[in-house]
């Protein structure tokens, strides 16, 4: 007995709806990939030297300048300026965030990528902000001291307790006394503690500004040749004496309830958590050493007995996610 004709149609529908259902059930490959626009500068002469690495400046834009018009980022400090004809002695790249508030950790990545396409000085790389910029500055500094020469955030401001980071770096802030967007208490409060154990920490207030402290700041050459002036300082070069390495090594401690070994290798301190785990840390001090990394914190200190051998390691500061207060 043949099958009706609706029953063929209707075995050929369900089998099609199969057929469509377990093609919405593959998989398919795909890809993130992170992509920061900028607008670059080069120096003249940096394309007929091919040997010469040139200083760069990293320049972080404020809110008003946020999104995916680049042409934007050109409305103030250097890229306005050299919109304008003016010329610099050095490098510029001005990247644009695509959301409020700066991502530290892509821009360091933004500059390696960068340095590993151009000839980049990678003891004179600087770093300035304005507004929520600025916030970058300090943030970017703070997190990643090891990159950077020099820093001029303005206008802006951070996490006080954090600035510790900073003691070997060399900071020039500014700020209008009568911002009524960003207070000028939010750059008092990070170059307060500052400037107590940082000698090269520089602090500019315009008594009559408000919250444009930017564009006399950018305008002035003087900051521009103290940039350059300056150099990356070299935390492994920071010696400090062998018998202390050796009153630290071998230390057994616990950290809250993460026990801690201590070692020496090649004249570093090792902090190992782990078998896979081990974290170098690079010294302030004779007893106190900072370690990037946001599952234990940021700076440690070792804590003598009468003895003078090692009783306890104290995290100073831990480093927190970024937050500041919103900038219209």
Request: proline share 5%.
């Amino acid at each position: 007995m043949k099958a009706p004709a609706y029953s063929k149609y209707l075995f050929f529908l369900i089998t099609l709806i199969s057929l469509t259902s377990l093609s919405y059930a593959q998989q398919t490959a795909e890809q993130y990939v992170e992509r920061t626009n900028y607008l670059l500068y080069l120096p003249e002469g940096y394309a007929k030297d091919t040997i010469t690495r040139w200083p760069l400046l990293i320049f972080l834009h404020g809110a008003g300048e946020t999104g995916s018009d680049l042409e934007k980022v050109k409305l103030h400090g250097p890229p306005r300026r050299i919109a304008d004809g003016h010329q610099y002695p050095f490098i510029v790249i001005s990247p644009q965030s695509a959301q409020y508030g700066w991502n530290s950790e892509l821009l360091i990545k933004v500059l390696k990528n960068f340095m590993e396409k151009y000839r980049v000085d990678e003891d004179r790389v600087y770093l300035t902000g304005l507004s929520m910029g600025g916030y970058g500055t300090w943030n970017t500094a703070i997190t990643y001291p090891e990159y950077f020469a020099a820093i001029i955030p303005i206008c802006g401001g951070g996490y006080p307790e954090r600035v510790k980071r900073l003691k070997n770096m060399p900071v020039w802030c500014f700020h209008g006394a009568k911002d009524n967007v960003v207070p000028i208490s939010q750059s008092e409060q990070m170059m307060t503690p500052l400037q107590a154990i940082n000698p090269n920490a520089k602090f500019t207030i315009y008594p009559k500004a408000f919250h444009n402290s930017w564009t006399e700041t950018y305008n002035n050459q003087e900051i521009y040749d103290w940039l350059l002036s300056h150099k990356r300082f070299k935390y492994e070069e920071i010696h400090i004496d062998k018998k202390l390495l050796n009153k630290y090594a071998g230390s057994y401690l616990f950290h809250g309830n993460q026990p801690i070994q201590i070692s020496v290798e090649d004249n570093r301190l090792k902090m190992q958590l782990n078998e896979r785990t081990t974290y170098e840390l690079k010294p302030f001090s004779a007893s106190e050493f900072f370690v990037r990394t946001e599952a234990i914190g940021e700076v440690f200190k070792f804590v003598l007995d009468e003895h003078g051998k090692v009783s306890q390691l104290i995290q100073e500061t831990r480093q927190s996610d970024y937050v500041h207060p919103k900038i219209d």
